[in-house]
T-cell receptor, first 114, second 112 residues
């Protein structure tokens, strides 16, 4: 069965600093991979996704993620964070072969300090 | 843009009540999902549906049921609410998995 691990429960970053959120997945073949963001009290919004092609994918709000098959990772990055990036971030993995379910990680809460 | 609408943002219900959480999507998506979200546990799948009148159990279906009589509407039912069902409930829909999901804003349910 597929699974996702987000090893960092909470990360604090200064405004303007770079950010990397970690995501490791377990899946037998090439997965679909997603990053979602959840602002307080809201639903989840899709930031970016990967399912084939270029392993560096660009998303909304200036985020990018890199798929590394050898490390089973899909880390999210942003070169310079803004106070509005404070939120919870979820990585998710999907099944390439017909199963429509996504499996989500437990999330990483991002705090931005001035 | 696809919109997924959950009828209530906040609900407070008493133990033993039958609770209905409603979700409507406006883009003719085949797939709809109900998740619950709890601190430290992430999102856990309760039920999902591939088509009208089709449903499949997710990872934590106990104490819940679902109904999908029309393509656009997917209802989650708590047959007899209990305090351990206090949670944030998120509905989502998708065309296919590789497009990702579109989520509603969530319903925060408190059972007292």
């Amino acid at each position: 069965a597929q699974s996702v691990t987000q090893p960092d429960i909470h990360i604090t970053v200064s405004e303007g600093a770079s950010l990397e959120l970690r995501c490791n997945y377990s899946y037998g073949a090439t997965p679909y991979l997603f990053w979602y963001v959840q602002s307080p009290g809201q639903g989840l919004q899709l930031l970016l996704k990967y399912f084939s092609g270029d392993t560096l994918v660009q998303g909304i709000k200036g985020f990018e993620a890199e798929f590394k098959r050898s490390q089973s990772s899909f880390n999210l990055r942003k070169p310079s964070v803004h106070w509005s990036d404070a939120a919870e971030y979820f990585c998710a993995v999907g099944d390439l072969f017909g199963n429509e379910k996504l499996t989500f990680g437990t999330g990483t809460r991002l705090t931005i300090i001035p | 843009d696809v919109k997924v609408t959950q009828s209530s943002r906040y609900l407070v219900k008493r133990t033993g009540e039958k609770v209905f959480l409603e979700c409507v999507q406006d883009m003719d998506h085949e797939n709809m999902f109900w998740y619950r979200q709890d601190p430290g546990l992430g999102l856990r799948l309760i039920y999902f549906s591939y088509d009208v009148k089709m449903k499949e159990k997710g990872d934590i279906p106990e104490g819940y049921s679902v109904s999908r009589e029309k393509k656009e509407r997917f209802s989650l039912i708590l047959e007899s609410a209990s305090t351990n069902q206090t949670s944030m409930y998120l509905c989502a829909s998708s065309l296919t998995a590789n497009y990702g999901y579109t989520f509603g804003s969530g319903t925060r349910l408190t059972v007292v």
